[in-house]
């Protein structure tokens, strides 16, 4: 998305009085990089976690070691844990969490390729679970993961407030 795209969520966030907040693994804090680019960030971004390590997700955001064991730190379970404990420390209004495969190794299986990516969306209260599979090297991966998660956030304050 670009900074004036990000310029128009932010502003939307604004105006319906919403604060926004990241858990960040495989973006590496690039979610917040691009943030920083729009215009009113100040007034709607609290910040974001960059919990890349098992030992920051369970330290920091309260994941659970047997979630870790059980699932994986590339996981759907994981990532709710991650927003759930976002939430928990910075009370935003719209807390996001991202976990996925970058690169060969870590939970890597034929049922999870290189590229998945799973991301935890808390709003109202309500967490959205959405699970992507990119290509490319670990950049286009990170940036198709950006556009995913803020054409959702786009998608998720609209679909709140069209009857508003």
Known sequence: MKPD????????????NLTL????????????????????????????MVTYSELAKTKVLGVKAETLKLYTAESQQTTNEMVQGLH??????????????????????????VG??????????KVEEYREVFKGDAQKMRQQTEDFIFHKLNDTVDRHFQHQ
């Open 116 to 125: 998945t990516t799973f991301v935890s969306i808390l709003f109202k209260e």
């Open 21 to 48: 907040a990241f858990a960040e693994s495989c973006t590496a804090g690039s979610l917040a990089a691009a943030m920083s680019e729009a215009t009113g960030t100040t007034d709607v971004f609290l910040g974001s």
């Open 88 to 113: 928990k420390l910075l009370k935003a209004d719209v807390c996001v969490a991202v976990t996925g495969l970058f690169g060969q190794g870590a939970s890597e299986t034929a049922e999870k390729p």
């Open 5 to 16: 795209e990000l310029t128009q969520l932010i502003l939307k966030l604004k105006d319906k």
